[in-house]
């Protein structure tokens, strides 16, 4: 028997396989779900339930002869099959399917066991897809100058493991969208999650009108706080600004210290060095942040040294081999240097630049 997909159709020959009239496979359940005839040609609609057609395709591949009969479509609700419905672009000039696409049913049952792997992958994925993330899993950036402020989705669930699906869209930090119908997303947002520091006000109307709400962390169903669907205009905005990717790194020997020796024989020379991230103003506007955002923007930072002076010879540091600490909170340590008799000692340190942020790293020389 040859079950052949050609563009938009499936063609079955029952006669090969010596089905009883009436109860070919893929008619017995499918037919009233996909309105297709009895017999010959079915056509694929544009829109259909992928959890469905993965049910009729198991069914009708691990029995052949009885098909479907112990398998009915009302055993799943029309709600469930709704919400994993997506669609499909069936002409064969789309590239989604490739046309005179045919598959032996004798090869099939060889492989059946990929068969099953591939159908329960084509029913789990839209489930393990659908958790909502925790605010401090959504990327860091939106793209390589702007942060990352929220994300917004289709579809909702009042279970949170279900919900956060569908199409989803990213907002920047910093974006004020006045007229939601522009992004395609008027009255269309069911949930979202805000990133640590950021907060999405939200507007019944357009041009930030009528009802408001400000969001922050996770929203897995917006139905509990009456804005399901109400969505017209938004606009989010972070503890700290886009300028921390805006800034091009640098770096320079800091003297800390000038240390002399008048008397007879060596003598040591001691120092108080700062060692960590200090950001600067125009990153955090002026105002303290967070331990998680502080945390966030370090690693930041760090990619951005790391990266722009990876070919540095201004100084004889590695900034790629940076430890986390030199990009979190600024704290004292204490340093010394051997400075013999009639000498004097300067003790420099590699500070790294980026606007108004610096970096104070533990590398110091006694030059």
């Known amino acids: 028997m040859q079950f052949a997909l050609n563009s938009a159709y499936i063609r079955i020959n029952p006669e090969e396989w010596g089905a009883r009239p009436g109860e070919e496979r893929m008619n017995l359940a499918c037919s009233k779900k996909l309105n297709w005839p009895e017999t010959g040609v079915r056509k694929l609609p544009f829109k259909f339930s992928s959890f469905l057609l993965s049910q009729c395709l198991k069914a009708f591949l691990t029995n052949p002869i009885s098909g479907l009969e112990d398998w009915s479509p009302d055993s799943t609700s029309s709600r469930d099959l709704e919400s994993r419905s997506l669609d499909v672009d069936l002409d064969s000039d789309s590239g989604t399917l490739d046309s005179d696409f045919g598959l032996d049913l004798k090869s099939i049952f060889k492989s059946f066991k990929m068969m099953r792997i ?65 992004y395609g997303w008027n009255d269309r947002v069911s949930s979202l999650v805000v990133r640590e520091g950021c907060r999405l006000d939200v507007f019944w109307d357009h041009y930030f009108g009528g009802g408001h709400k400000q969001f922050t962390g996770k929203v897995h169903h917006l139905r509990n706080y009456g804005w399901n669907d109400a969505i017209s205009s938004w606009s989010c905005a972070c503890d700290f600004s886009n300028a921390a990717l805006r800034c091009t790194p640098s770096e320079e020997y800091q003297q800390i210290a000038v240390c002399g020796n008048p008397n007879p024989g060596s003598a040591t020379c001691t120092h108080s060095m700062q060692k960590g991230l200090s950001i600067g103003n125009s990153v955090t506007r002026g105002k303290s942040v967070s331990n998680t955002v502080e945390v966030s923007l370090g690693v930041t930072f760090k990619e951005i040294f790391s990266i722009g002076l990876a070919a540095s010879t201004t100084t004889d540091y590695s900034w790629s081999r940076t430890d986390s600490l030199t990009f979190s909170k600024v704290r004292t340590t204490t340093i010394s240097c051997e400075v013999v008799s009639g000498r004097t000692v300067r003790i420099l340190q590699v500070v790294g630049r980026c606007g108004d942020t610096a970096v104070y790293t533990s590398h110091y020389i006694c030059h």
């Not at 939106?142 to 009042?158: G, L, V």
């Not at 919900?163 to 007229?179: F, L, P």
């Open 118 to 182: 591939i159908l329960l992958f084509s029913i789990c994925v839209p489930l393990i897809n659908a958790r909502c993330p925790n605010p401090n899993e959504l990327p860091r950036k939106y793209n390589s100058n702007t942060f990352m402020c929220a994300r917004i989705y289709e579809h909702s669930n009042h279970v949170e493991n279900l919900s956060c699906r569908g199409a989803y869209r990213n907002i920047y930090n910093g974006e004020n969208a006045h007229s939601a119908p522009i």
